[in-house]
């Protein structure tokens, strides 16, 4: 079962406007964390935000902001004002418990910013 | 400046020649992670390492092999290229698991 779902595979956006990339997940163990990483063409992981499940606030990175709703086991990313440079694709992860703390990733979204 | 460095960044290898992808982080991190990924589509998890000494498989099943002598650094070695190989190598470390830190990654093709 998938445990990290993005449904959006392609969501398109005027500069300057907000976007929310959907996030939901799947996981039993009380303890986890929750991710969002920014890949550009280039390739490499952009780490954005980070939320532990245990945080009472929701997490917060200059533009980035991440809606967590526990109940809902949802986690999705609120990027504020967006940018030309921000067209990526954006993959939603989740570590799981303590040990070998892998990382599992979403099946992300292509994000485009039009001017 | 990186802390977790991959080489080659890109590698163009015939079919049944011999690779090894170097994998080498500056953090001292405990956890290190081989993940695969196709062009638009998400990370598979192939191997990770507690530490040294220590190597397991990860979900998604692969014909690479991995070691890990020394905690700085964790290399992916394919005995005989395929094809089917053709895909982008990302590495990454953490040590307290709210940090993950990767690579710029291999795009390897197996021609």
């Known amino acids: 079962a998938q445990k990290i779902t993005q449904t959006q595979p392609g969501m398109f956006v005027q500069e300057k406007e907000a976007v929310t990339l959907d996030c939901t997940y799947d996981?039993?163990?009380?303890?986890?964390?929750l991710f969002w990483y920014k890949q550009p063409s280039s390739g490499e992981m952009i780490f954005l935000i980070y939320?532990?499940?245990?945080?009472?606030q929701n997490a917060t990175e200059g533009r980035y902001s991440l809606n967590f709703q526990k109940a809902r086991k949802s986690a999705n990313l609120v990027i504020s004002a967006s940018q030309l440079g921000d067209s990526a694709m954006y993959f939603c992860?989740?570590?799981?418990?303590?040990?070998?703390?892998?990382?599992?990733f979403g099946q992300g979204t292509r994000l485009t910013i039009n001017p | 400046e990186a802390d977790i460095y991959q080489t080659p960044r890109y590698l163009v290898i015939g079919t049944g020649k011999k690779i090894t992808l170097e994998c080498s982080q500056t953090?001292?991190?405990?956890?290190m992670y081989w993940y695969q990924q196709d062009p638009g589509m998400e990370l598979h998890l192939i191997h990770y390492s507690y530490g040294v000494n220590s190597t397991e498989k990860g979900d998604l099943s692969s014909e690479s092999t991995v070691s890990r002598i020394r905690t700085e650094h964790f290399p992916l070695t394919l005995e005989s290229a395929r094809p089917s190989h053709t895909s982008q190598y990302l590495c990454?470390?953490?040590?307290?698991?709210?940090?993950?830190?990767f690579g710029s990654g291999t795009r390897l093709t197996v021609v």
């Open positions: 990454a470390s953490t040590t307290a698991g709210n940090g993950y830190t």
């Open positions: 992860a989740m570590r799981e418990g303590l040990g070998a703390q892998k990382l599992v």
């Open positions: 996981t039993s163990d009380p303890s986890y964390g």
């Open positions: 939320q532990g499940s245990y945080d009472q």
């Open positions: 953090m001292g991190h405990d956890k």
